[in-house]
């Protein structure tokens, strides 16, 4: 969405965790990126697995979530997720930046030569990270897998697709959809019928 602002110059919608997501987005959507990039996604189809057996109920005073899934599963998933998490280690870095000091954390193995080359080389490391980074700002939920098989930052809790392509075509294939569109179509035909009657 893009909006044109006092002096005409066109200016992008931001989301907010859209900017973080950009890179991720990218890599996790090039199958070629890195051999690793299979334990990245399924850190990421294990905590939505783990996620979908919670219940958050909101009240007046509060709040309560509650697991509603098997207690066993829950523990072997979130076995799993710690386990393939566990390999992902990091170290904070700070340098003098002019004015400010600028802080980061960094891949405690891998590639060496600083935050610069964090910058140039987008790893299966700089994944987890911005995962991670996201989940602070509370928006890992955003981050979804469309019907196609690519991965979307969602602007909004509803969004699941990345295109309207890909929404339509699943609109198309649901059976729900389909008896809507045929009960509309009936409509519509007998409106159209009976307009022209006198």
Known sequence: MHSVGRLGIERRREY???????????????PASQPNRNTVLAILDTYF????????????????????GNQKEKE????????????????????PCGFFVRSTWLPAKGRRGGAGARL????????????????????????????????????????RFCSVKCREKAFRSDPTEKAKRREWA?????????KNVK
């Open 16 to 30: 907010s965790g859209e900017d973080q997501c950009r890179r991720l987005l990218e890599w996790l959507n090039d």
């Open 120 to 159: 140039r080389y987008y790893d299966d490391s700089s994944a987890v990270l911005d995962i991670s980074a996201i989940a602070d700002l509370g928006l890992i939920d955003r981050l979804k897998k469309c019907t196609c098989g690519k991965w979307l930052f969602a602007k909004f809790e509803h969004q």
């Open 49 to 68: 697995e783990l996620k979908r057996g919670w219940e958050v109920t909101r009240g007046p005073d509060e709040s309560r979530a509650t697991y509603r």
């Open 76 to 95: 072997h998933l979130h076995h799993k997720l710690e386990s393939l998490c566990h390999r992902y280690m990091y170290h904070p870095y700070f340098y």
């Open 186 to 194: 009936r409509r519509y035909y007998w409106l159209q019928k009976n």
